[in-house]
């Protein structure tokens, strides 16, 4: 098997890892654009500061040693196999770096033999990669659950960035589906790299020099709806695992159905997306609005409504906290209105110490009036075309595809200022505002 055949397989082996987007397609550069896409495992991930960067994103073997009902990669399922040799793969790595088609690395791999093994293989690559060729780019490496700590501890020396797949919401679930995993030995690595952060920013403030231990932290990924947890569930273990091993993200993969199992989703049932991005907007409410996974989900109401995102759904259950004056609500409280984000909840606090605000300057400020106007007053007026004491209607008035879509401000010569009329919402085809606002990090 030549390289470009193993290149071949262990790429699409590693495309429903979804700690970066796969570009998936062969698109060649043409006049008048920018760029272009190869499908043979380049993909794409964001940095802390937007920029859009290209990785290798590929298995170092696909020849597992498991047999995880939920894996396109199991043991007893019948599929081509193949290994790439640590040199081998710092020579494609180079290779395209020297072409600019890639940026960085990000390397997984099956259990091959056994976790240790595995991991000498990967820490041989990364070892050739920093000492050898002297790659001074980016390096996301999957940690192997079951490897000892010493070869986990020596991968965070050589890589950026580190992740440790907890797979499934619960013990339960992984021994029924991956009864070789544990709990015990997904969040034992999880410790250990938190641990190694934690000294090595003490070593770093006392020795400038120091060797600097997976600077860009760690993240981890489960798979969602391919067991029965609810979303409270996850929400609940998501929230632990923030507050425990310090990561920097939680990646939610909605369960592809591609292989056949009695204990899985037939193989005809459509991927939970839309769960999926309910799990993402909620992440960004605990992670920068200041919600707790209690307040967003509770016993009564233990998963999302697929047609409100989350926050609008705290909001609807907690009318009697709105409306709130727009002008001197605490800033807390501005980040819990659906239709504000962080940056327009600071931009309303720095501009209100200045002046008194009102709906056509909460436009301009970069406020979702569409959503935010049913839970807001300005110098104690409503733009609400409907009463905000009843929650049915408030939600229904919200939820995708309601009539109540346009409004026009008051003051404005000419009739007032018109909202944009939004789009009907869908998964794959959002509004141009809801699509900035993700990426923002604004719902």
């Not at 009695?262 to 049932?269: D, E, F, S, W």
């Not at 992670?287 to 609807?316: H, M, N, Q, S």
């Not at 807001?376 to 049915?392: E, F, I, N």
Request: with cysteine; proline share 7%.
């Amino acid at each position: 098997m030549d390289m470009f055949e193993k290149l071949e397989i262990l790429t699409d082996a590693a495309k429903y890892d979804v700690a970066c987007t796969s570009s998936g397609v062969d698109r060649a550069g043409r006049p008048g654009t920018l760029g272009n896409a190869v499908k043979a495992g380049i993909c794409h991930s964001f940095a802390a500061d937007g920029r859009c960067i290209s990785l290798l994103k590929v298995l170092m073997s696909n020849d597992c040693a498991y047999d995880c009902a939920y894996c396109v990669n199991r043991r007893s399922l019948e599929c081509r196999r193949a290994t790439f040799s640590p040199e081998e793969l710092c020579r494609l790595t180079m290779e395209f770096y020297r072409r600019n088609y890639i940026e960085g690395l990000f390397l997984s791999s099956a259990v091959l033999e056994n976790p240790d093994n595995t991991c000498e293989r990967m820490l041989a690559v990364l070892k050739r990669l920093r000492q050898v060729e002297r790659f001074g780019g980016y390096i996301h490496v999957k940690a192997i659950p079951g490897a000892s700590p010493q070869l986990t501890y020596q991968l965070g020396l050589y890589a950026d960035r580190m992740s440790v797949n907890i797979e499934l919401p619960s013990q339960k679930s992984l021994k029924l589906l991956a009864p070789q995993k544990s709990k015990e030995k997904i969040l034992s690595p999880m410790g250990l790299i938190r641990d190694g952060i934690q000294e090595n920013s003490h070593a770093l403030a006392a020795y400038r020099h120091a060797p600097q231990f997976v600077p860009a932290g760690q993240s981890t990924q489960m798979i969602v709806g391919a067991t029965p947890e609810s979303d409270r569930q996850i929400l609940r273990l998501t929230e632990g695992l923030y507050q425990k091993f310090g990561l920097k993200r939680v990646f939610y993969s909605a369960y592809m159905p591609v292989v056949s199992d009695r204990n899985l989703p037939a193989r005809n049932t459509p991927p939970p997306l839309l769960r999926e991005h309910r799990l993402y907007q909620a992440d960004w409410l605990l992670r920068f609005y200041g919600f707790t996974a209690a307040e967003i989900l509770d016993e009564e109401a233990p998963d999302f409504d697929p047609l409100l995102d989350p926050k609008c759904c705290w909001a609807v259950r907690h009318m009697e906290l709105f409306p709130l004056e727009v002008n001197s609500a605490p800033y807390e409280m501005l980040l819990r209105v659906p239709g504000i984000g962080v940056k327009s909840a600071r931009r309303i606090r720095a501009a209100r110490r200045y002046a008194k605000l009102d709906f056509p300057d909460l436009k301009k400020l970069g406020v979702v009036l569409k959503r935010a106007r049913f839970f807001l007053t300005c110098r104690g007026k409503s733009l609400s075309p409907l009463p905000t004491d009843d929650p049915a209607v408030v939600a229904g008035a919200i939820r995708e595809g309601s009539p109540f879509h346009r409004t026009q401000l008051p003051g404005k010569a000419g009739g007032g200022l018109a909202l944009d009329q939004p789009e009907q919402l869908s998964l794959f085809a959002p509004t141009k505002e809801d699509g900035v606002k993700c990426l923002t990090g604004q719902i």
